[in-house]
C-alpha cells in the first residue's frame, strides 16, 4: 500500500518588514517636505510688514508715494507707547540726520534735520516699548518723488496674527498628505514582502 502524501503545509510567520531601502525614502521625504514648510513659514514672516509692527496709521504710509516737502515721519500706535526710537534712511541707505519725539502716549514723529531732496524709495525704522513692557521693532518702506501729492495720515491693517495661519493651515495639510503616502508605501511594502515569503515556502512531502 502506497505511502499517502502528507497534505501540503504552509510556514507562516510575522510579516516582513519594509526593506531598508523604502524607509529611508520615506524619512528622506518627511524631512525635505518639512524642511520646506519651515522654510516657507520663516520666508513668510521675515518680511518686515509681515510681522507685527503695531502701527495704526502713518504718515508717510507704507508702500505710499509721496511728494512736497517732507520733514517728519508721523507713526500713531495701536497702544500706549512708553519708550520709542526711530529713523529714516535715504534710497542709498544712509540714515538720515533726525530726533525722536514721543508726542502722545500713542505718537511718535521722527523729525527730520532737513527736508527730503533725493527721489527714491525711503525706509522708516521704528522700536517702540509698550507700556505692558512688550518691545516692538519694525520697519517700512515708502518713495519721495517731487511731484507726488504730499503725504496723507494713512491707516494701517493690523497684521497680527494674519501671516501665519493660512501657513499653518497648508502646513498642516501637507503633513497629513506625506503621512497617508507614507502609510500607503510602508503597506504596499510589507504586502510586497509577505508575497515574496508565500511564493518561497517550503513543503512537507
Known sequence: ??????????????????????????????????????????????????????LAAASPGPGSVVGGEITEARLLYESIVVEARGSVSDPSGAEL???????????????LDEALTVPGEHAVR?????????????????TYEPGAPPPLLEFVDSDDGAWWWPTVVVAAVGVAVIGVLAARLIAATRRR???DVRDGDPTVS
Open 1 to 54: 500500500m502506497g505511502s499517502r502524501r502528507a497534505p501540503r503545509g504552509r510556514v507562516t510567520g510575522p510579516s516582513a518588514p519594509p526593506r531598508p531601502g523604502a524607509v529611508s525614502a520615506i524619512v528622506t521625504a518627511i524631512v525635505t517636505a518639512t524642511a520646506l514648510l519651515v522654510g516657507a513659514t520663516l520666508a513668510g514672516s521675515a518680511t518686515p510688514v509681515a510681522a507685527h509692527s503695531g
Open 97 to 111: 540726520g533726525s530726533e525722536v519725539e514721543l508726542v502722545s502716549e500713542v505718537e511718535v514723529r521722527i523729525v
Open 126 to 142: 521704528h522700536t517702540v516699548r509698550s507700556a505692558d513692557g512688550d518691545v516692538v521693532e519694525a520697519a517700512y518702506l515708502f
Open 193 to 195: 514582502a509577505a508575497g
